[in-house]
C-alpha cells in the first residue's frame, strides 16, 4: 500500500488528479460492447447516431413547416363565390384559398364592400405560393400516388429514375474503379489517365447537355451517359486516394511473406482502398441524383425529374415538392445501404 510520501502533493496532485477524472469521464460508459476501451470521445467507431436526438430534430422542422404554412385566424367557414369554403385547403382548392384570402384582406379594408361576412383577421408567415403546407403535399402526394401524372403511375416515375441513375452510377464505378486503382499503382499509367481526368473532371455534367443530345440523342443512352460522366471521375479520385493511402509497411511485410503481385492486390491493396472507394460511391449517389433532374430534361416522357418540370410549367409547388422529396427518400434509403455494406464489408474502419 502506497504511503502519503508516495503521492503526488500539491499542483503536481491536483492536475494528475484532474487529468484522472477527465479520463474517465471520456471513457466507456454503461452498456460500451468493449470493455477494453478508455477512450470514446475523437473514436470515430463510437460515433453512431442517436435516434433521440433525430426524432425531436424532425418533428421541429415539421411543427415549424406547419406553423409557417398555416393559416391563422380565418373563421372556419367563409362565403366565397357562393360556396362554403374552409381554412386548411388542399392542392385542388388553391384557387379558391387565394381568393378566399384576397376577400378577407378586401372586407377587413372595406367591411361595407362584404356585407353579411365575418370579420376578418388571419396571418400566415409563407404563402402556398411559396411553400405547401404540410397538408397540401400529404395530400398531393397521395393523389400523385392513387392517379399518377401525366399518364405515368407514380410508381413508373420512381423505377424510371432509379433504373437511369442506377445504370449510370454502375458504369461510373465498373470504369472508374479500374483506372483509379492503375493511376495509383503505375507510373505508366497515371502518366496516361491523368491529363484526361484533370482535363474532365472540373466540366460540370450540366454543360454537356447540348453535346449529349447530339451524340447519343434524345432516349435513354443520353441520360444514362450523362449520369456516367457524372460519377467516373468521383470514382477515379476516390479509388486513387485509397491505393495512395495504402500503408507500405503492409506492403513490405506480404513481399517478405512471398507473395505474388496479384496476392498483394487482393489482400493488401484492395481492402485497404475499398473504405474510400466506398466513400466515393456514397458521393457519386448523391451527385447522380442530383444530375437527374437535369438528365430527365432531355427528352423524357416520365420520370421524377420529368414531373418536376412538367408541374412547373402549371405551378404545382405541391407536387414538384412531393416529387423533390420522394428524390430525398430514394437517396436516403440508398446511402443507409452504403452504410450497412460498409459495416458489413469493412467492420475494421476506424478501428486499426
Not at 1 to 7: G, L, T, V, Y
Not at 26 to 52: C, H, I, N, Q, Y
Not at 296 to 311: N, P, Q, R, V, Y
Request: aromatic share 10%.
Amino acid at each position: 500500500m502506497a504511503s502519503d510520501r508516495d503521492r503526488p502533493t500539491g499542483g503536481v496532485g491536483t492536475i494528475t488528479g484532474t487529468l484522472g477524472a477527465l479520463f474517465r469521464r471520456l471513457g466507456p460508459g454503461r452498456g460500451s460492447s468493449s470493455a477494453a476501451k478508455t477512450v470514446t470521445f475523437g473514436d470515430a467507431a463510437e460515433v453512431k447516431g442517436s435516434m433521440a436526438w433525430t426524432i425531436p430534430s424532425l418533428l421541429v422542422i415539421l411543427a415549424v413547416w406547419f406553423v409557417a404554412t398555416n393559416v391563422w385566424g380565418l373563421p372556419q367557414e367563409w362565403s366565397d363565390h357562393g360556396e362554403q369554403v374552409r381554412a386548411g385547403l388542399g392542392p385542388d382548392e388553391a384557387y379558391a384559398q387565394r381568393d378566399l384570402l384576397r376577400d378577407c384582406v378586401a372586407s377587413a379594408a372595406n367591411p361595407s364592400d362584404f356585407p353579411g361576412l365575418p370579420e376578418c383577421s388571419y396571418r400566415q408567415w409563407i404563402s402556398e405560393r411559396v411553400l405547401p403546407s404540410p397538408a397540401q403535399l400529404w395530400d398531393a402526394t397521395w393523389d400523385f400516388a392513387r392517379n399518377g401524372y401525366s399518364g405515368f403511375t407514380m410508381w413508373d416515375h420512381l423505377w424510371l429514375s432509379f433504373s437511369r441513375m442506377a445504370k449510370g452510377l454502375f458504369w461510373g464505378i465498373v470504369l472508374g474503379v479500374p483506372i483509379g486503382l492503375a493511376m495509383g499503382l503505375s507510373n505508366r499509367w497515371r502518366g496516361i489517365f491523368d491529363p484526361i481526368v484533370e482535363l474532365l473532371r472540373p466540366i460540370p455534367p450540366l454543360a454537356l447537355i447540348p453535346l449529349f443530345i447530339v451524340w447519343f440523342g434524345i432516349g435513354e443512352e443520353s441520360k444514362v451517359n450523362l449520369l456516367l460522366f457524372a460519377s467516373i471521375w468521383i470514382m477515379v479520385i476516390a479509388a486513387r486516394s485509397g491505393v495512395l493511402a495504402v500503408n507500405v509497411s503492409k506492403v513490405h511485410a506480404a513481399y517478405s511473406l512471398g507473395a505474388a503481385r496479384t496476392q498483394i492486390l487482393r489482400h493488401v491493396i484492395l481492402p485497404n482502398a475499398l473504405p474510400e472507394i466506398l466513400t466515393g460511391v456514397r458521393v457519386a449517389i448523391g451527385v447522380c441524383w442530383g444530375t437527374l433532374v437535369a438528365a430527365e430534361l432531355l427528352g423524357a416522357s416520365a420520370g421524377l425529374g420529368f414531373t418536376i418540370f412538367k408541374a412547373r410549367q402549371f405551378f404545382r409547388l405541391d407536387l414538384m415538392l412531393s416529387a423533390v422529396i420522394l428524390i430525398s427518400i430514394l437517396g436516403v434509403t440508398m446511402d443507409v445501404v452504403m452504410r450497412m455494406a460498409e459495416k458489413r464489408l469493412i467492420p475494421w474502419r476506424g478501428k486499426g
